[in-house]
C-alpha cells in the first residue's frame, strides 16, 4: 500500500493536483483491476485505476479520449503515468444503475434512469464508432463469427458441461457455428459496449455516465441492449424490457436518420439475447463452480429463470434441434433445484455464533449450547498484520487491514475453503430446523485475522442463506491501542 500511495502522489504532482489527505481502496468485482479512491488536501476527489494489464490500459484511454471529444457520457481521463499502469479519472461517486434499482424499485424514475441510459447508449454506439480505429480494441476488432462462437463455447464449457447431460458434441459444435454465422451478419454493425450492464452506468445528479468499456469492439447495436435489458441481477419486468427497446430503437432511428426494419431487428435482437444469457451463465459458472465465488453461484438460479423464460417465449430465426433441446433440459425444474439455496426465513430457528478469539489470551471459545459441535478455524497460516507498524493499533474491523488482508495475504482462498465446509452445515441445519452452529476464528492475538474472518463468515451467510448471525470478538478489551 506504501508503494502504491507514493505511485498515486507522484501521478497527482504530475497533473498539477494537492497532496493525498485519504486513499481508499474499492473493493474489486470480477476483474483484477485495483481501484481507488483518493482525497486530496485541497478537497477533491478522485478514481485511481491501477492494473499491470497495459494492453487493456491503453484500450481504456484511447476509447476514454475517444469518446470525450464526442461528447460522450464517459469520466473525464485526467492523467495517465509514464508506464501505462496508473490513471486517474473524475469521480463519478459510489450510486450505480443497479443500486438505485435496488433502493428504489421498478418506479417511473428508475424507468426514466434506464431510458436515458439507452439513449446514451445509441450515442455511444453510434457517434462513438465514427472516427474510432478498431485496431486500438483490447481483443477482436469486431463481435463476429468466431467472436460469437467464443461466447457459446464458454458457456458450453463452464456451465453446460459442469450438468453431465449426454448430448453429440460434434453436432452441437456445428450448430454452434450455424448460430454464430447467423448473427455475424445482422445489419447496424456500430460500437458494441460488450458488457453494457447497470453495474457499470454511474449516476450522478440523475445523469447516467458510463465506465469499463475497455472490451469494446465493432459488433451488433442490438447485443448491448440484450445486455441491459435481460441483466439478471435487475430482473426487469417484461413489460419493461418490451417499452425499452422501443425506445431504444426510436433512439437509433433519429441517430441513423432512417428507419430500422424493426421486425429484423427485433429477430435478430433476440438472438443476441439468447447469446448474452449464454455468455452469463458461463460467466457464472466459472467465478461460482471453478473460482468458488459466493456472489456468483449465487446469481446462477436468476440466470437460469431468465433463459427459462426466453425460451419458453421468444424464437431466434433460426432452427437448432440439438441446441434447442438442450436448452430445455438446462432449465429444466431439476437443473434449476441444483442451484437453489435454501433460504432462511423469519421463523427459522437457526443462529449462527461467530467468534473471533486469542490463542494465548483467550483459548477455545465455550459452546453452552445443548447440541455443541461446530467450527473451529486457525487464521495462524495468514500474514500477521499485526506485524506491521502502521496496522499494530488496528484490527480486522479497519478499512487499512481489510486491505492488506484482501490484497497481500491468502485469506481470500482461506475463506473461499471455509464457505464450502461452513454451507454444507449451515445448508442442512436451516432445512431441519436446528437451533445453533457456533464458528470460531482464533490467531495470536484475536485482533487482526481472526477479527476479519469472523466479520467475512458473518457477511457470507447472512448475504447467501438471509441467515441470523451474532459476532463476539472475545479479546478485544485486550486489542493494542
Given at each position: ?14 497533473a498539477?493536483?494537492?497532496e493525498?489527505d ?7 468485482s ?9 482525497y486530496t ?6 478514481i485511481i485505476t491501477?492494473?499491470?494489464?497495459i494492453?487493456?490500459?491503453q484500450?481504456?484511454?484511447a476509447?476514454?479520449?475517444?469518446f ?34 435496488e433502493?428504489e424499485?421498478?418506479?417511473?424514475h428508475?424507468?426514466s434512469?434506464f431510458?436515458?441510459s439507452?439513449q446514451?447508449?445509441?450515442t455511444?454506439q453510434?457517434?462513438?464508432?465514427e472516427?474510432?480505429?478498431?485496431d486500438?480494441c ?7 463469427q ?6 457459446l463455447?464458454?458457456?458450453?464449457y ?6 453431465k447431460?449426454?448430448?453429440d ?10 448460430l ?15 458488457d ?16 469499463d468499456y ?10 448491448d ?14 413489460e419493461?424490457k418490451?417499452?425499452?427497446l422501443?425506445?431504444?430503437?426510436g433512439?437509433?432511428n433519429?441517430?441513423l ?5 424493426r421486425e ?8 443476441y439475447?439468447l ?11 466459472f467465478?461460482g463452480l471453478f473460482?468458488?465465488?459466493a ?5 446462477i438460479?436468476?440466470?437460469l429463470?431468465?433463459?427459462k423464460w ?13 441446441f434447442?433441446s438442450?436448452l ?10 441444483r442451484?437453489?439455496i435454501?433460504k432462511?426465513?423469519?421463523?427459522t430457528?437457526?443462529?449462527?455464533n ?12 465455550e459452546?453452552n449450547?445443548?447440541n455443541g459441535?461446530?467450527?473451529?478455524f486457525d ?5 500477521n ?5 502502521e496496522?499494530?493499533?488496528q484490527s480486522g474491523l479497519?478499512?487499512?487491514v ?5 490484497q ?5 482462498e ?7 465446509i461452513?454451507?454444507?452445515?449451515v ?5 431441519r430446523n436446528?437451533a ?12 487482526h485475522r ?17 441467515v441470523?448471525t451474532?459476532?463476539?470478538h472475545l479479546n ?6
Amino acid at each position: 500500500m506504501q508503494q502504491i500511495s507514493e505511485d498515486i502522489q507522484s501521478l497527482l504532482n504530475y497533473a498539477g493536483y494537492g497532496e493525498i489527505d485519504r486513499l481508499d481502496k474499492i473493493p474489486q468485482s470480477g476483474s483484477d483491476r485495483a481501484y481507488y479512491r483518493v482525497y486530496t488536501n485541497d478537497n477533491r476527489s478522485f478514481i485511481i485505476t491501477h492494473s499491470h494489464n497495459i494492453r487493456e490500459n491503453q484500450a481504456f484511454i484511447a476509447l476514454s479520449q475517444h469518446f470525450k471529444k464526442t461528447g460522450i457520457a464517459v469520466p473525464g481521463l485526467l492523467a495517465v503515468n509514464a508506464n501505462e499502469d496508473l490513471y486517474m479519472q473524475e469521480d463519478l461517486g459510489d450510486t450505480s444503475l443497479l443500486q438505485v434499482l435496488e433502493a428504489e424499485g421498478f418506479t417511473d424514475h428508475v424507468y426514466s434512469l434506464f431510458r436515458q441510459s439507452l439513449q446514451q447508449l445509441a450515442t455511444l454506439q453510434i457517434k462513438g464508432h465514427e472516427g474510432w480505429n478498431y485496431d486500438n480494441c483490447l481483443t477482436n476488432k469486431a463481435f463476429g463469427q468466431q467472436a460469437i462462437l467464443a461466447d457459446l463455447l464458454y458457456f458450453k464449457y463452464y456451465f453446460l458441461d459442469t450438468l453431465k447431460i449426454a448430448y453429440d458434441k460434434q453436432k452441437l459444435i456445428d450448430e454452434f457455428e450455424q448460430l454464430s454465422t447467423y448473427l455475424a451478419q445482422s445489419d447496424h454493425q456500430y460500437f458494441m459496449f460488450r458488457d453494457f450492464q447497470s453495474r457499470n452506468i454511474m449516476i450522478q445528479n440523475d445523469q447516467v455516465r458510463f465506465i469499463d468499456y475497455q472490451g469494446g469492439m465493432q459488433g451488433a447495436l442490438q447485443y448491448d441492449v440484450a445486455s441491459l435489458l435481460w441483466q439478471a441481477k435487475a430482473n426487469l419486468p417484461e413489460e419493461w424490457k418490451n417499452k425499452l427497446l422501443e425506445d431504444y430503437i426510436g433512439f437509433a432511428n433519429e441517430l441513423l436518420n432512417q428507419e430500422i426494419d424493426r421486425e429484423r431487428f427485433i429477430m435478430q435482437y433476440n438472438g443476441y439475447v439468447l447469446i448474452r444469457l449464454l455468455q452469463v451463465l458461463g460467466a457464472y459458472g466459472f467465478r461460482g463452480l471453478f473460482e468458488r465465488k459466493a456472489h456468483f453461484l449465487s446469481s446462477i438460479p436468476q440466470a437460469l429463470q431468465n433463459l427459462k423464460w426466453f425460451v419458453s417465449h421468444h424464437t431466434i430465426g433460426i432452427s437448432c434441434p440439438i441446441f434447442e433441446s438442450l436448452l430445455q433440459q438446462v432449465v429444466s425444474e431439476e437443473t434449476l433445484h441444483r442451484f437453489l439455496i435454501t433460504k432462511a426465513s423469519d421463523n427459522t430457528p437457526l443462529v449462527v455464533n461467530i467468534h473471533s478469539f486469542s490463542y494465548l489470551k483467550n483459548g477455545y471459545p465455550e459452546d453452552n449450547s445443548d447440541n455443541g459441535g461446530g467450527f473451529v478455524f486457525d487464521c495462524r497460516g495468514i500474514l500477521n498484520p499485526g506485524r506491521i507498524d502502521e496496522y499494530k493499533k488496528q484490527s480486522g474491523l479497519d478499512k487499512p487491514v481489510k486491505d492488506y488482508l484482501e490484497q497481500q495475504t491468502l485469506m481470500p482462498e482461506f475463506l473461499n475453503s471455509i464457505y464450502d465446509i461452513v454451507d454444507i452445515a449451515v445448508e442442512n441445519y436451516i432445512q431441519r430446523n436446528f437451533a445453533h452452529l457456533q464458528v470460531n476464528f482464533g490467531c495470536t492475538g484475536g485482533q487482526h485475522r481472526s477479527v476479519y474472518a469472523a466479520e467475512a463468515v458473518s457477511r457470507h451467510l447472512k448475504n447467501k442463506f438471509g441467515v441470523k448471525t451474532t459476532i463476539k470478538h472475545l479479546n478485544q478489551e485486550n486489542w493494542v491501542r
